[in-house]
């Protein structure tokens, strides 16, 4: 009696369906995902600001920006931060200082230390490491002790805050990240 290949070759299907199915859970990078690398730096929790207020020695120092997104300053309070660019932070602690406080107040808002990145997957050490700019997953990669012997070498998963909305796309190692992203580097399947 000869066993009938159909079932055979159906099960063998249905597995490289199932295979190659686990592998479209991501999809490629949405469009304008790498066009918020390139848009002029957002401030947000964690970033570290050193803001000059020019002859105002007491008002001139390090602030934090807090998990609500503000950043207290003397005088003014708390000035919202978040999603705010450096020079529209200037501008913002220069008007509410203007309302009582001083005549034409010059500001300078740097970032003296930038939020952190994170990394996890197949990588030597992931976890949080500081943020430098210019830096791409690659560099985060060697940062993280580099690549396990299972990674997937090629592109990786990051997930960045746009906008206020949560984005995740798959790019190549080469491409740029912004503080706060989230870098996962998957596992490669041979």
Not at 25 to 33: K, M, N, S, T, V
Not at 68 to 80: D, E, Q
Not at 142 to 156: E, L, Y
């Amino acid at each position: 009696m000869i066993a009938n290949p159909r079932p055979r070759a159906l099960l063998l299907t249905l597995a490289a369906s199932l295979l190659l199915g686990g592998c479209s859970g991501y999809r490629p990078a949405p469009e304008g995902f790498s066009a918020a690398t390139m848009q002029p730096y957002q401030l947000d929790a964690g970033d570290r600001l050193r803001i000059t207020v020019f002859e105002q020695e007491s008002l001139t120092g390090t602030y934090s920006i807090d998990q609500a997104g503000y950043v207290a300053f003397p005088l003014i309070g708390s000035v919202p931060a978040r999603g705010r660019s450096v020079q529209e932070l200037e501008g913002a602690i220069a008007a509410k200082l203007r309302e009582g406080y001083l005549r034409d107040p010059d500001v300078t808002v740097e970032v003296d230390q930038y939020r952190a990145f994170f990394i996890m997957g197949e990588v030597g050490a992931a976890g949080q490491y500081s943020y430098v700019p210019g830096m791409t997953v690659q560099n985060a990669i060697a940062i993280a002790g580099g690549f396990t012997s299972r990674a997937n070498q090629n592109d990786a998963d990051v997930t960045r805050k746009i906008n206020g909305e949560v984005i995740t796309g798959r790019v190549p190692i080469s491409d740029p990240i912004i503080a706060g992203d989230t870098i996962y580097v998957r596992e490669r399947l041979f």
